[in-house]
C-alpha cells in the first residue's frame, strides 16, 4: 500500500489524498482549495490523477474544505462509490448544494464583469452535486467494510463535526503481512462539547495527521468561558452589537451549545441573539436527528437545559429581509452568521456595518486561514476591501481559541503517542509553521519519524 498528498499540504484547505491498495486506488476526501482568489481559482485544475483509475472515495467529513470538489471528480467523470459516516450524508448535501449556489453565483458576476474568467461558468452545478449525492454510502463507526479484495476500510470518530470520522484502511491480500493506513481527518478537541471525544484506532504502520494548531494549545474551556464572559460584558457595556462568524455545521451549533450552558452565568437574557445563516439553520435539523451520537453531557442537555437551538431570545433568519432588518440594530445583538473566514455569506454584510464602529465587537471562533478576510482582520490590517470598497477597521476583534473544533498541540500529540510502536507520520492540513512546531514535538518528545508530506510525493505505508 501507498499513498501522496495532493492537497492540505502547507495549508488547512484542499484536503485530498490518494491511496494505492490492492490493486485499486482510493481518494481521501476531495476538498477544496479556499482563500486568496488565486487559491481559489486552484479548484479548477486538473485533477493530478486521471479520475476514472479511482475505485472509491473515502469522506473524513462534511466541512466544505475536505468535499468540496465532489460534485467536480463526478462531473469530470467519476462514478464510484463515496463511503462515509451516515451523519456525514445528512450534512453533505447541504454544504454541496451552498457550494453550487455560490459557484453559480461566482460564475455570473465573472461573466458581468469580464475579464479572463468570464467565459469559464460556474465549477459545478446542481445537477453534479445530485448525481454526487446518490453516490454516497454510510459506514457506522467501527464497522469494517470492504473497499475491495484484501482491502478495508474502518471509520472511527474524530470529534470535530458530527459525523467526522478518522480513516483507517487495512490492506491483506495474502501476499505479505497486513499493512494499516490512518488518516486522522480533522482531530478533534478531547471534551469537546456536543460531539464526543476523539477514538483511537489502536494501531498503524503509518499515520496522516492534522496540524492546523500544531504550534500552539487552547486554553482551557474553563478559561475560555471566562474570556467569553469577558468579552459580552465589555461589549454590552460599549454598547455595540457581537458578531461572531462561524461555520455553519460544528462552530455554529457549539456556539449556541455554550450560550444554553452559560445562560445564566453570561447574562444572555438581556440580548437579542441572531443564527443568521440559512444553511446553518437547515444544519440544526440533522444535529439534532443524531443526539444519539453526542457525548453524555450534550445528551443530557437535550433533555434537561433550555434547549440549546430554541433559546427564548434565538431568533433563526432565513430570509434577506429578515436579515436586513438585522442591519438596523445597532446595540444588543448577538449575531452568529457565516462564512467563518469572512470570505463570503451574510457576515459581510454584517461587517459592513458594524467594521467602522469602535462600540461593536468581532468574536472569531474559529481557524481563519491565510489569505481570507478574517485572517486579515486577525492580523490587524487597519482596514480592508469588500464589495470593492475599503472599510476600516475600527471595531474590536477577539479570538477564543479554545472554542475550537481542532485538537490543540498536546491533543495532536498526545492522540498519536497512543499509536503502539510510534509509527512514521506524515504531518498535512496545517500552515508550516504549525507542522514544523509539531514535527519538532513528535521527533523530540517521542523519537517519531515524522514529515512534512509533501504534494505529490508516494509513500509506502
Ligand atoms: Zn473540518
Not at 459506514?139 to 480513516?167: C, K, M
Not at 481542532?406 to 492522540?415: M, N, Y
Amino acid at each position: 500500500m501507498r499513498f501522496c498528498s495532493l492537497g492540505a499540504v502547507g495549508e488547512v484547505t484542499g484536503s485530498c489524498h490518494l491511496v494505492e491498495a490492492g490493486g485499486h486506488r482510493f481518494l481521501l476526501d476531495c476538498g477544496m482549495h479556499q482563500g486568496s482568489r488565486e487559491d481559489e481559482g486552484r479548484n479548477r485544475d486538473a485533477f493530478g490523477f486521471d479520475v476514472n483509475t479511482i475505485d472509491a472515495v473515502v469522506l473524513s467529513h462534511a466541512h466544505i474544505d475536505h468535499s468540496g470538489r465532489l460534485p467536480l471528480l463526478v462531473r469530470r467523470g467519476f462514478r464510484g462509490p463515496v463511503w462515509t459516516h451516515p451523519a456525514t450524508e445528512g450534512l453533505i448535501g447541504i454544504m454541496l448544494e451552498d457550494a453550487a449556489n455560490l459557484a453559480a453565483m461566482d460564475a455570473e458576476r465573472a461573466r458581468r464583469f469580464g475579464g479572463p474568467q468570464a467565459t469559464l461558468g460556474p465549477l459545478y452545478d446542481e445537477g453534479d452535486v445530485r448525481r454526487t449525492l446518490r453516490l454516497v454510502r454510510g459506514v457506522e463507526y467501527g464497522t469494517p467494510r470492504q473497499l475491495a479484495p484484501g482491502v478495508t476500510l474502518t471509520l472511527h470518530d474524530a470529534g470535530h463535526i458530527l459525523g467526522s470520522a478518522i480513516v483507517e484502511i487495512t490492506e491483506d491480500t495474502g501476499q505479505a503481512a497486513p499493512r494499516t493506513l490512518v488518516f486522522s481527518g480533522d482531530l478533534g478537541m478531547k471534551d469537546a462539547p456536543i460531539v464526543r471525544s476523539p477514538e483511537h484506532p489502536g494501531r498503524a504502520d503509518r499515520v496522516i495527521l492534522e496540524s492546523t494548531y500544531g504550534d500552539r494549545n487552547h486554553r482551557s474551556r474553563a478559561n475560555t468561558e471566562l474570556e467569553f464572559l469577558e468579552i459580552l460584558e465589555q461589549a454590552w457595556e460599549s454598547g455595540g452589537n457581537v458578531l461572531i462568524p462561524a461555520f455553519a455545521v460544528g462552530r455554529t451549533q457549539e456556539v449556541l451549545y455554550a450560550f444554553a450552558r452559560n445562560f445564566d452565568r453570561w447574562n444572555l437574557g438581556r440580548w437579542r441573539i441572531y443564527l443568521d445563516s440559512p444553511m446553518a439553520i437547515r444544519v440544526l435539523e440533522v444535529y439534532e436527528k443524531n443526539v444519539d451520537l453526542f457525548d453524555p453531557e450534550a445528551a443530557k442537555a437535550w433533555r434537561e437545559w433550555p434547549h440549546p437551538f430554541r433559546l427564548p431570545n434565538l431568533h433563526l433568519t432565513t430570509d434577506v429581509a429578515q436579515s436586513q432588518h438585522i442591519n438596523g440594530i445597532r446595540s444588543g445583538a448577538i449575531i452568529i452568521a457565516g462564512s467563518g473566514m469572512c470570505n463570503g455569506g451574510r457576515i459581510r454584510h454584517h461587517l459592513r456595518h458594524h467594521l467602522g464602529r469602535p462600540q461593536s465587537h468581532l468574536v472569531f471562533v474559529g481557524y481563519q486561514a491565510r489569505d481570507t478576510l478574517g485572517r486579515r482582520i486577525v492580523d490587524g490590517a487597519d482596514s480592508v476591501r469588500m464589495f470593492g470598497e475599503s472599510f476600516p477597521v475600527r471595531l474590536q476583534v477577539h479570538t477564543v481559541g479554545g472554542l475550537s473544533a481542532h485538537a490543540d498541540q498536546s491533543g495532536l500529540v498526545e492522540w498519536y503517542a497512543r499509536f503502539p510502536g510510534h509509527p512514521a507520520v506524515s504531518l498535512v492540513h496545517g500552515e508550516h509553521s504549525a507542522r514544523e512546531a509539531l514535527a519538532t514535538v513528535l521527533r523530540t518528545r517521542h523519537g517519531a519519524p515524522a514529515e512534512l508530506a509533501r504534494l505529490g510525493e508516494w509513500q509506502d505505508v
